[in-house]
Structure formats: C-alpha cells, structure tokens
C-alpha cells in the first residue's frame, strides 16, 4: 500500500514543497516567487507548483492514499496579533486547500511545535556559528544526521556571510573542491511536516483544514 504525503512548509517569501511516498523522497520544490508582483501572483505560482507536483504522483505512483499537510497558521505572529498575517496567510493556505478539493485531497495542517517535537525531538531554538537561523537549525541537523543535506543545500555565489558555510564537491574526476553553500531550511521543514503525516495516529495532531 503506497501512502503519498504531501508536506507544505508555505510562506510568502519563499515556500518549501515536499513530496514522500513511504517515507521516502519522490521530489522536491522551492518556490522563491521570483517575477511575482504581489501575494495574489504568489499564490497563483503556488497552486501552479502543486497541481504538477500531484499531477506527477498520478502519473508516475500508484497511490492508495494521498494528503497533504500544512504548517497552522499562529495566532500571533512577531509577538502580537496581526491581522495582515492573519488574512495574508489565510489566504494561502486557502489556496492549498482549493487545490486539494480539485483532486479530492485532504488537507491537513499541523501545529510548529508538534511536527518538531515529534520529528525533530525538540521545538526549542538552537544558536549556531553559521548565522543560521536558531528556529530552523535542528531541523537541518535532522536532515544531516538522515543524509539529506544534498537536498537541501544551494551553492551560493552572493557577498553575504550569514547562513553561508563551505561543503566539499566531488568533480567528475574523483576531486573535491570547496563551494560556498545555503540552506533551505523552508525546504527541510517541508520535509519534516511531510513526515510527520507517517507517524501512528495516536501521535499526529492534525486538524482538517476547510475555507
């Protein structure tokens, strides 16, 4: 029995997509929103993205059961209540779930704090010497320790030193040479809500989403 899920890490800055079939990774997307011109095209992009995504599972998978699963939307955000996050955030996540009717797909979305807890085994901040951001960075040690940190490092040729560190490459030839990278932490958090959606029921929080 193949069991697909879908796990959205969705912002409006940039969006992780991650696509699991039994655990394991069938592909995955990250939406910088580059050429958008306001949240509307943001959204737009996004639901573009995932029509393919599912249209690929149809196609390449044969798929007993198929969800998807977002991030919950915090009721405060940056400390205070904001309605702009609220109606802006809203409104994307309403986008997904718009996608999911289409293909007769639940959408789920899980609280921040269970998805890590579960997965990453702790919601707490983690400083780090990189510049990475503390909220994000034991999701990107998960991914490492897993053997994953292929999927979710970008070389980086920009000036900035914040969150860039050096990795080794192997050339054709056997060599290796030393590349400037970044991390997508929006894509590794995809992945972890993704998995997420593999955990015993007993242990998920999830709540169906409906707008």
């Not at 959204?43 to 798929?63: F, K």
């Amino acid at each position: 029995m193949d069991k697909v899920v879908i796990g959205i890490d969705q912002s409006y800055t940039r969006t992780g997509i991650t696509v699991l079939c039994n655990k394991e990774i069938f592909e995955m997307y990250s939406l910088d929103f580059k050429g958008c011109k306001d949240n509307d095209d943001k959204r737009i992009e996004l639901r573009s993205q995932l029509v393919g995504a599912i249209d690929n599972v149809n196609v390449q998978l044969d798929a007993d059961e198929i969800i998807i699963i977002t991030e919950r939307i915090r009721l405060r955000s940056q400390g205070f209540l904001s309605e702009n996050y609220l109606k802006a955030t809203g409104a994307l996540v309403a986008s997904i779930v718009h996608i999911g009717k289409l293909y007769n797909i639940p959408v789920y979305s899980v609280d921040t704090r269970s998805w890590k807890s579960q997965i990453v085994g702790n919601s707490k901040p983690l400083s780090n010497p990189y510049g990475i951001n503390p909220e994000k960075y034991r999701t990107i040690l998960y991914m490492r320790d897993r053997g994953l940190l292929h999927h979710i490092a970008e070389e980086y040729k920009g000036r900035g030193e914040k969150g860039v560190i050096w990795a080794n490459r192997t050339l054709t030839d056997g060599k290796k040479e030393k590349v400037r990278i970044k991390i997508n932490d929006d894509l590794a958090d995809s992945y972890c809500i993704a998995m997420y959606g593999f955990l015993p029921e007993n242990k998920q929080k999830l709540k169906e989403e409906r707008f």
